[in-house]
């Protein structure tokens, strides 16, 4: 089974930046998307960027600050966030889904998240 490993969190002041990064254990066959969630203490799991055949897709709150990329030679996705915000503050979660083995089905891998903290 393939992995999924987060890193590049950490504490940063506001108006800064950071890029997490999400590479695989190995290659993932199939992909339909590549995202990246978040989750803040008492908060619901939110989508904030991600991949699909269709382009590269951002929720507002982070549309014209964050950006998502991929390396495939790496099975690397990256999320490059500038100019962050306090409410940015939240665990990452990169999301991979791929095609199941069986028609209609699907894979989901997720990695353990990595920790961003912006504050002063």
């Known amino acids: 089974q393939v992995q999924l490993v987060e890193s590049g969190g950490g504490l940063v002041q506001p108006g800064g930046s950071l890029r997490l990064s999400c590479a695989a254990s190995g290659v993932i066959f199939r992909i339909k998307f590549m995202g990246w969630y978040r989750q803040a203490p008492g908060k619901e799991r939110e989508l904030v960027a991600a991949i699909t055949s269709g382009g590269n897709n951002y929720a507002d709150s982070v549309k014209g600050r964050f950006t998502i990329s991929r390396d495939n030679a790496k099975n690397t996705v990256y999320l490059q966030m500038n100019s962050l915000k306090p409410e940015d503050t939240a665990v990452y979660y990169c999301?991979?889904?791929?095609?199941?083995?069986?028609?209609?089905?699907?894979?989901?891998?997720w990695g353990k998240g990595t920790l961003v903290t912006v504050s002063s």
């Open positions: 999301n991979v889904v791929s095609e199941g083995y069986t028609r209609g089905t699907n894979i989901n891998y």
